[in-house]
Every structure is written in structure tokens, then in C-alpha cells.
DNA sequence: GTGGTCTAGACCACG
DNA sequence: GTGGTCTAGACCACA
């Protein structure tokens, strides 16, 4: 369910935060399922439990997941929404990032093509 | 010329390159036109020598830059063109980011919109 | 009677302890009266057995109930003064809260009204 | 100018959040002056680096400090204040408890003398 | 079994 | 020098 790059430069913990969160986005997590615990992730991605914990104290900082010492850690009810707002304001980012394409000389039709093509999945 | 936020979580001297990209890449910066000193650049910008060296060390790697010991760092002739075909790359991260944004739900008029907003500036 | 919030960081079985107490200081529950059985709060309150056991060991080791094997859990003669006693050891906590209050700028005379209203109930 | 009672029940790197709570309060840590490093801090008290580093994540959480990758860690601009705002909130604690000692049978002239000891120090 | 805390010590990027 | 990340393992309270 999760994949783990431990040479990638993004740091493993935030790799594991944004599999959830996207997990979460997709409904593959619905509210109050259980996340597999500290000890069976660490194990089988081959990850230390701490960097798991650590992604999981983010999550729960973000409200999208709620963990009961001794039973497990859940999905919070409303994460979808949650996480659905905070994404609204990447839209700065998308701005951003075109704002560089323009002026690198890439034709505006390339880049709305683009955007078509995600949506259209 | 060149403003830097030390606070920023982005590195002091990615601030830098990405300043002398974007300035590059609007013709404010020309071929073979000089750089302020790493002494002068320090000073101004309250920054550490060596980070302005990092700065350098960088744009030389890509290519924009090219250094004469003892005279100093000058823009290189083919800067410009250099850069957009690298910044045709970035094509990726606005795709990543678009996929995002649907995942969250945002209209798809909404995120053209903010392209040709771009586009017409 | 009692009332169980699982997603609480206060422990189950201290949750129970605790509305034991307060119902011993008000009243409800008088001495040698008998508590619901271990199975009946285990299913009333869809608790685990072995929690249920454990906040009843820790009233039994606090001195408010006893325990006949066979018969049941019963409180203790003398719970309601045992308790009291016991609960004037919380003044620490009042004085170092209300420390901090003060620290933080709240005026004095809002802690007072407080107190105030609390004994006019 | 810190003091870890490593036998606490209350985890080291809470004790250390409060006690930096309580500087910033009575103005001993004012805004933007510098906190010791993540290795003094462990050696002088005796701490695991990542002990100390908890609580700073923490303290950054609550918006309380800024740390900036290899130059130190900083109290925050508005520290006071924003900290200032939280605690009003603990004012509830204080009435929760003043029930229970009411309850208890503890006079309220004890509870107001002591209230009147805190705000007279 | 679970999550939460902690120690001991390592490597990295950054200034 | 600094903070940030990570591994390897331990102990605890709780269910």
C-alpha cells in the first residue's frame, strides 16, 4: 500500500505524510479505518519506527488522523475536507511555476494541453 | 538588486541562483554583463562570503555564469537560452501539481483561468 | 451512570476511577453499595474486561471499595471522607494553575470571580 | 537557566516546552534573542539531542519560536502574546478543579487566601 | 498487541 | 558551528 524511496532527497517521513494524505484524497482511507501500526509499517517498509511515529505525529497535527494509545491510529472523519482546503491553496504554486514557463518561452497551449490531459484521467 | 529573506525555510544561496535566473531570463541581466563582487554581494545583502560563493559555484555548474579570477563573474553568451530549455523540465511539476489540485476537488475553469490570468500579463 | 469517551488521552480506566470518585463525594454512590459487575460495565460500556478490572484495582489500592470474591465490588465505609482527604492535596494544582494565570496577565479579580460563582452553585 | 527532572512522570521534553513557556512569559526570553543549541542544551542537561529537538518542534507548533537551519533557534516575534491568548484558556482548569475541592469540602475562604498568596508574590 | 517517549549516535545541508 | 533527518534499539502505559 505504501512505497517508501530512501534515496530520494524529500525526507522519508513527509514521502509516508503525502501517501496518506493522497490516500485519503483518493477514498482508499476512509474516516475511522485504521492505519497498519507503528511496528508492522516500520517493518515492512523497512523504515525505522521513529520516522514512522514522526509521520504519523504530522498527520495528527494536520487533523487528518487521530491515534488511541494502546488500539491503533485512524483516519479522522472529516479528513477529505481537511485536506481538501489546504490543497486549495497550492493553486499559488501552479500560478507560480506557469509564471516561470511563460517567460522560459513555453507556448501557453503546451501548458493548457497539459491541464487537459490531467483532467481528462 | 537582489533581496534575501534569511528566514525564508529555502537556502540563502537557492534565493540567489533563482534571482539570477529569473533576472536572466527577463533580459535584466545580459551576456558578459559582471556581477556584483562576493565582497560587494556580502556586504549589501548581509550574507555570509561563502554562501555567495555556493551561489556562484552553482550558476557556473548550469552553465549561466562564467568566472575570470582576478576580474570576475560575468553572464555567460548562451545564459538565456540555457535556462529555458532547463525550465522546460518544471513542465512536470506544474502536471504534479495540476493532478493535485483535481484530486482536491478544484474545477478545472478554475485552474485555466489562472493560466491565461499568466498568460496575459 | 458512567460514561466512556475511547478517543479521550485521559486512559480509559481513569475515566472510570475518576466518576467513581465523584460519585462517591456527591453521594450516589453510598458506602457499601454495590458497583455493576465487571462483565455488566465490560458490556455496557463496550470496555474491555481487563480496563474494568484495573480501575476497580486502583479504587480498591485508593481505599473506596472493596472487593468479595464471589459476591462483588462494594464502597468502602468511610470512601466519602477517605476521598475528601485526599482531595485537598489538589489545592497545589489550583495555586499552580492560577500562577500561571497570572503570568499570562489575567487580572485577579476574574480568578476570584470564578471561585465565587463555583461555590454559589 | 533550565532544569530537567528526568525521574518526572511529565516527559522531558514537555518540561522543557513549559519552561521556556514560563520564560517567554516573565519576559526572561524576549523576541528574537537566541536559544542555546540543540548539543548544548543536550549536554548541559543531560538530554538526547532528539529530546531537545522534540520540544522545539514543538514549540515552533505552537508558533512560540523559529528556528533557522544552521544559524540557531529564535524566539518568535509575538511569542508573548500568542502565548499570552492560550492561556486564558486554561481558565477552565481552574474552575474544574475548584468544583472538585468544593466538592471535597475544602472551604472557599482556603481557596480564595490562596489565590490572594499568588497574586500577592 | 498498540502508541508514546527516550537514549545513543550517525549523516546531511547550510552558514 | 547550526538545525534536520534517520537508524537501532529500549522501556513504559494502556487495551
Redesign the interface.
Known amino acids: 500500500m505504501f512505497q517508501i524511496d530512501p534515496l530520494s532527497r524529500v525526507p522519508v517521513y513527509e514521502q509516508l505524510v503525502e501517501q496518506v494524505e493522497?490516500y485519503i484524497?483518493?477514498g482508499l482511507l476512509e474516516p475511522n479505518s485504521q492505519l497498519p501500526s507503528v511496528r508492522n509499517l516500520s517493518v515492512t517498509l523497512s523504515v525505522n519506527p521513529n520516522t514512522i511515529q514522526k509521520a504519523i505525529i504530522e498527520l495528527d497535527?494536520r487533523g487528518l488522523v487521530?491515534s488511541?494509545?494502546g488500539?491503533g491510529c485512524f483516519i479522522a472523519e472529516n479528513a477529505k475536507e481537511t485536506?481538501?482546503k489546504a490543497?486549495?491553496g497550492?493553486?499559488d504554486?501552479?500560478?507560480e511555476?506557469?509564471?516561470?514557463?511563460?517567460?522560459?518561452?513555453?507556448p501557453?497551449d503546451?501548458?493548457?494541453d497539459?491541464?487537459?490531459?490531467?483532467?481528462s484521467?
Open positions: 493522497s484524497l483518493t497535527r487521530y488511541v494509545p488500539k485536506l481538501s490543497k486549495h497550492r493553486m504554486e501552479l500560478i511555476i506557469a509564471t516561470e514557463l511563460k517567460l522560459a518561452g513555453v501557453k503546451e501548458v493548457i497539459n491541464i487537459n490531459i490531467v483532467y484521467k
